[in-house]
């Protein structure tokens, strides 16, 4: 079986968090202040208390089926979500741009 590296690009370090950690963290912070238990909010977003709970930690990548029940459910939207995510990870590193590398998308011949 083959061991999974993590991706490394050239502006990434090892303490970079990944996208399904700063989603999980926000998730939990909206039901925490909206006084939800994290069985209310799986209820109302029709998924198990358990997968929610990994959601939460980090631990699953939830498809965007999963991510706008729990949305939805909150009073969001996904773009409300990714939002959030994105000024996370902003404030989280530098703020500096994000720019793509030269020629990083052109197509095979």
Do not use: C
């Amino acid at each position: 079986m083959s061991e999974i590296l993590p991706f490394n690009g050239p502006s990434e370090t090892a303490s970079d968090p990944l996208w399904r950690q700063v989603l999980g963290e926000l998730l939990r912070r909206l039901r925490h202040e909206r006084g939800w238990t994290l069985g209310g909010l799986a209820a109302r977003s029709g998924i198990s208390p358990q997968y929610l709970s990994e959601i939460e930690r980090g631990l699953k990548e939830p498809s965007s089926e999963m991510v706008a029940a729990v949305a939805g459910a909150l009073g969001l939207t996904l773009l409300d979500l990714t939002l959030g995510v994105a000024e996370s990870l902003i404030t989280a590193g530098d703020a500096a741009p994000v720019t793509a590398p030269q020629n990083a998308f052109r197509l095979a011949a």
